[in-house]
């Protein structure tokens, strides 16, 4: 990827952003960002993953099934390096997933599209808040290098800037209000997050689903599990 023509591709989106049609919804606008990606960054496919309200990320877009696939296993197992790299806030790859070890589930529940090889997520972020990830993968083995983590790294800020646009024309419905929700909470989940790191001996991305599944089980916001954690040191499933 040279750096002009990144420059250069940044700018056309970040100016289209700018001059968007009001009428235009943030889901066509991620869908193009995704599908520009593509072809910006020469990878089999790309999708986007932004935050629900219970703080797990879901598949927003996707250049194809393959990737559609990608972030519905990360949703439905909370793991993968998308799931990572929201979590830790700093880009997360694999070279192979065939010989991952690092995630188990989610790599079983991958199995079934032969194009998921070489996968690269980065966090994308509100301010300093991530808020979901943007992920590009290849069909084949590839050893991911710090110049593509960093040029990804800033076609993400395309993404955030498509939501900041979005959230202050409150054009975003029930995904702007996800996101407020996540930005609203964010501290306080990173504290739950480090309150359970140290009582339980786990590590982040752990403790961070340790948080999820409490939620999810309860029928609640992440959030709403948080605080009373740091405040009691109980989660609803311990009473």
Same mark, same amino acid.
């Given at each position: 990827?040279?750096?002009?023509?990144?420059?250069?591709?940044?700018?056309?989106?970040?100016?289209?952003?700018?001059?968007?049609?009001?009428?235009?919804?943030?889901?066509?606008?991620?869908?193009?960002?995704?599908?520009?990606?593509?072809?910006?960054?020469? !990878?089999? /496919?790309?999708?986007?993953?932004? #935050?629900?309200?219970?703080?797990?990320?879901?598949?927003? %877009? =996707?250049?194809? @099934?393959?990737?559609?696939?990608?972030?519905?296993?990360?949703?439905?197992?909370?793991?993968?390096?998308?799931?990572?790299?929201?979590?830790?806030?700093?880009?997360?790859?694999?070279?192979?997933?065939?010989?991952?070890?690092?995630?188990?589930?989610?790599?079983?529940? !991958?199995? /079934?599209?032969?194009?998921?090889? #070489?996968?690269?997520?980065?966090?994308?972020?509100?301010? %300093? =808040?991530?808020? @979901?990830?943007?992920?590009?993968?290849?069909?084949?083995?590839?050893?991911?290098?710090?110049?593509?983590?960093?040029?990804?790294?800033?076609?993400?800020?395309?993404?955030?800037?498509?939501?900041?646009?979005?959230?202050?024309?409150?054009?975003?419905?029930?995904?702007?209000?996800?996101?407020?929700?996540?930005?609203?909470?964010?501290?306080?989940?990173?504290?739950?997050?480090?309150?359970?790191?140290?009582?339980?001996?786990?590590?982040?991305?752990?403790?961070?689903?340790?948080?999820?599944?409490?939620?999810?089980?309860?029928?609640?916001?992440?959030?709403?599990?948080?605080?009373?954690?740091?405040?009691?040191?109980?989660?609803?499933?311990?009473?």
């Amino acid at each position: 990827m040279e750096p002009q023509a990144l420059s250069a591709s940044l700018r056309r989106l970040v100016a289209q952003e700018r001059h968007t049609n009001p009428d235009r919804t943030l889901l066509v606008g991620l869908q193009e960002i995704v599908d520009a990606c593509v072809d910006l960054f020469r !990878v089999t /496919g790309s999708g986007i993953m932004l #935050a629900d309200e219970v703080n797990v990320i879901r598949y927003v %877009a =996707a250049s194809d @099934g393959q990737g559609r696939g990608l972030e519905r296993a990360e949703a439905d197992t909370m793991q993968g390096p998308c799931t990572d790299a929201f979590v830790h806030g700093r880009p997360i790859d694999s070279p192979d997933l065939k010989t991952e070890t690092r995630w188990p589930t989610f790599r079983a529940a !991958v199995a /079934g599209f032969p194009e998921l090889r #070489a996968v690269l997520g980065v966090p994308v972020k509100l301010g %300093a =808040a991530p808020v @979901g990830t943007l992920d590009v993968f290849h069909e084949r083995p590839h050893e991911w290098t710090d110049v593509e983590r960093d040029a990804l790294t800033r076609y993400s800020e395309v993404v955030g800037a498509n939501l900041t646009s979005a959230l202050a024309a409150h054009s975003a419905g029930e995904q702007a209000a996800q996101l407020q929700y996540a930005l609203d909470y964010r501290v306080v989940i990173e504290r739950g997050v480090g309150y359970l790191m140290a009582r339980d001996h786990l590590d982040a991305s752990a403790a961070f689903n340790v948080l999820r599944t409490a939620a999810r089980s309860s029928r609640t916001k992440i959030g709403q599990v948080a605080k009373p954690l740091l405040s009691t040191g109980d989660l609803p499933t311990d009473r």
